[in-house]
């Protein structure tokens, strides 16, 4: 559940590197011209074996040995991203930050790099200082800016695109919410936030939500962790049943 | 999963090879025919770095017949120096096989967009075989982008007659020749080649979609009502659907259903852009 959720972002990859139409029956272009390129075949190998793995800890694996084979790679993004999904997903959230700026530094204007860094920079447990929350903001607004800009791959199934799109939305949702709560300004983060709820479900998000909720008093907030543990991943949950202890207050500290 | 097993086949292979030469080359040769097969169903599953792998080790078995789905999955994968090294290679291996040139025609026209170099490969394919329908179709498609539609127009009718002998269910140049009739509003043919696109294959929305624009061009809009709804519903991102179905509706008077198709069209543009769907 929570590996089809956090590698939505992957569908992005998929979009991206398929000149997907290539042997349907038509005669339209390819959906983007400007493809990372393997120099070698034992470099495509390689970033396959990232796209096959079937694991979060095996696409760790597969993603580093990737990106210590190959630093100079038109894949490093990717390669990095996934690896930091899943790092993320493993709760292993230094590592994951580790990647996503590898992945940022390799492309500044990837969204699904944006979005991750933005969201280690708000995630709960990690220390937040103003400064740090503007810049995780700048992140979500340059993502979300560039998402409009985005036009549907030729032969991209609609549904898949919707779901992508919606999971970036959501990415940035969540983060300028999770700014404006940790700025304490809890109304406007609970229009942020059910917003980003209300396009993807994530556990993170659902947390967060639950965090507001127990902040503001509302009884809602024992339900909203209830489904944050239901989704995952582990460390999401782990959070959440803090939230639920009545003697333990979860504000954006390690439980 | 698919690797590990071709890798313990490699080593009961080495045994029996040690065991016995004749066997051992027998099993060789399945095994590398495996590979291919396993490489080839992989790719049209979409399974395409799956498909890579289980392609490379069936040419490390000496296959040369992997050369050419190789090149076609990297083409998938839109790895433009890879395709064109290993298409060279399948041309080497096989230079009387039409297939690859037909490859790399599509390569060329859709990947490169060069129509002229494209429709060379599309010709070297029908040198070596001229029954190549679909190569024929291509070569067709590619003359309509260079302005000689009087040219390819037999060419298309020629793939459809041979299509319709192979009782293949390709239903490009019906569609092909459907927009050209379209265009000088020779609306009955246009209507036929249509309808037998959509017969062949009415889950494709551009099929659908043409097939409502020519219904209302021919001022039949209780047709073209029901099959832009079919393209809509096919492919909610096929937002030319949307625009002219509220012109559509329009025209019948339903002005709500017109204005909630516009509404639709206005609010699925932010979402999907204007990209060109098929």
């Not at chain 1, 070698?40 to 694996?61: K, Q």
């Not at chain 2, 029996?16 to 049209?44: E, Y």
């Not at chain 2, 890579?52 to 999955?73: D, S």
């Amino acid at each position: 559940m929570a590996w089809a959720n956090v590698n939505s972002g992957l569908l992005g990859i998929v979009a991206l590197l398929c000149a997907d139409m290539a042997f349907a029956q038509t005669h339209a272009p390819p959906s983007n011209s400007t493809s990372p390129q393997a120099k070698s075949r034992e470099e495509l190998d390689a970033f396959g074996a990232i796209m096959e793995a079937g694991n979060p800890v095996r696409t760790v694996e597969t993603a580093q040995q990737f990106l210590n084979a190959y630093p100079n790679s038109e894949f490093i993004v990717y390669a990095a991203l996934a690896g930091a999904d899943s790092s993320c997903d493993l709760g292993k959230l230094s590592q994951c930050a580790g990647l996503a700026r590898q992945a940022l530094q390799a492309n500044p204007n990837n969204i699904d790099a944006l979005l991750l860094s933005a969201r280690l920079i708000v995630a709960p447990g990690i220390e937040n200082p103003p400064k740090h929350r503007m810049e995780a903001k700048t992140f979500a607004a340059t993502a979300l800016d560039l998402l409009k800009r985005k036009t549907i791959p030729t032969a991209s199934e609609a549904g898949v695109w919707l779901r992508t799109r919606n999971s970036f939305e959501a990415a940035g949702k969540y983060v300028l919410g999770s700014v404006e709560f940790l700025d304490g300004n809890l109304d406007s983060a609970r229009v942020l936030l059910d917003q980003a709820v209300a396009l993807d479900p994530r556990g993170e998000y659902l947390l967060r939500l639950a965090m507001l909720c127990a902040a503001k008093g509302d009884s809602g907030a024992q339900a909203m962790a209830a489904r944050a543990i239901a989704a995952g991943p582990e460390w999401v949950a782990s959070f959440a049943r803090e939230l639920l202890r009545p003697e333990k207050r979860v504000t954006n500290d390690q439980p | 999963m698919w690797s590990i097993l071709a890798r313990g086949k490699g080593n009961v292979i080495l045994a029996s090879f040690c065991l016995c030469a004749v066997s051992a080359t027998t099993l060789r040769s399945q095994d590398a025919s495996n590979s291919l097969a396993n490489g080839v169903q992989s790719l049209r599953q979409g399974r395409t770095f799956v498909a890579i792998k289980a392609l490379r080790i069936a040419l490390a078995e000496g296959n040369l017949h992997a050369h050419l789905p190789l090149a076609e999955a990297y083409f998938v994968l839109n790895q433009r120096k890879l395709f064109k090294e290993e298409i060279a290679l399948a041309k080497a291996a096989f230079p009387l096989d039409p297939e690859a040139f037909y490859v790399e025609g599509r390569y060329r026209f859709q990947v490169e967009k060069d129509v002229e170099t494209a429709a060379k490969q599309f010709q070297l394919a029908l040198v070596r075989s001229a029954d190549h329908y679909k190569a024929l179709c291509y070569l067709g498609i590619c003359l309509r982008e260079m302005r000689k539609e009087e040219e390819a127009e037999p060419l298309l009718l020629k793939s459809v007659q041979l299509a319709e002998q192979s009782k293949s269910s390709f239903y490009l140049p019906y569609q092909s020749l459907a927009e050209y009739y379209l265009q000088l509003n020779r609306l009955e043919e246009a209507e036929s080649m249509i309808g037998k696109a959509v017969a062949l294959a009415p889950r494709v929305a551009m099929n659908q979609f043409l097939h409502g624009k020519v219904a209302w061009a021919a001022k039949k809009n209780d047709v073209a009502v029901v099959s832009l709804n079919a393209a809509i519903k096919i492919d909610p991102a096929f937002l030319q659907a949307y625009y002219l179905l509220s012109r559509v509706l329009s025209a019948m008077g339903d002005k709500d259903g017109a204005n909630r198709r516009l509404t639709e069209f206005q609010t699925l543009k932010d979402i999907y852009g204007l990209g060109q769907r098929q």
